[in-house]
């Protein structure tokens, strides 16, 4: 419960949520448990802001793998996924999350990578 309210109240930049999802979608170059254990990672940086790293790629280029994706789950992010307007989620690192689990749970397909 209290990492949900520390999530609730970082604010993420938009180029904070391209970069976090471009990670989630596009780090095929590490093992399950890598990406699983850089994601968690994330999270912590997100509830401990001071402790963070600055370094932000902007990813929208829908040209790259993944690109439909990770621009269906950014529109999520932006106001269009279930309660993306409400205090709490909109432009935090909860919203992010909600935003991911909208995606994974409601709208990829079955069985597909992405």
């Keep these: 419960m209290y990492e949900m309210k520390q999530l609730s ?3 993420v930049t938009q180029q904070e949520a391209a970069a976090y999802f471009d990670a989630v979608f596009n780090n095929t170059n590490l093992s399950a448990v890598e990406q699983d254990e850089s994601i968690i990672q994330f999270y912590r940086n997100a509830a401990m ?3 963070r790293n600055a370094s932000v790629n902007k990813t929208e280029n829908k040209s790259e793998p ?3 994706a990770m621009s269906k789950v950014m529109t999520m992010f932006n106001g269009h996924g279930r309660g993306a307007e409400l205090s709490s989620a909109k432009d935090t690192a909860y919203g992010l999350l909600c935003a991911i689990t909208e995606f994974t749970d409601h709208e990829r397909r079955y069985g597909s990578p992405t």
């Design 49 to 51: 802001p001071n402790q």
């Design 9 to 11: 109240q970082r604010k």
């Design 66 to 68: 993944n690109g439909r």
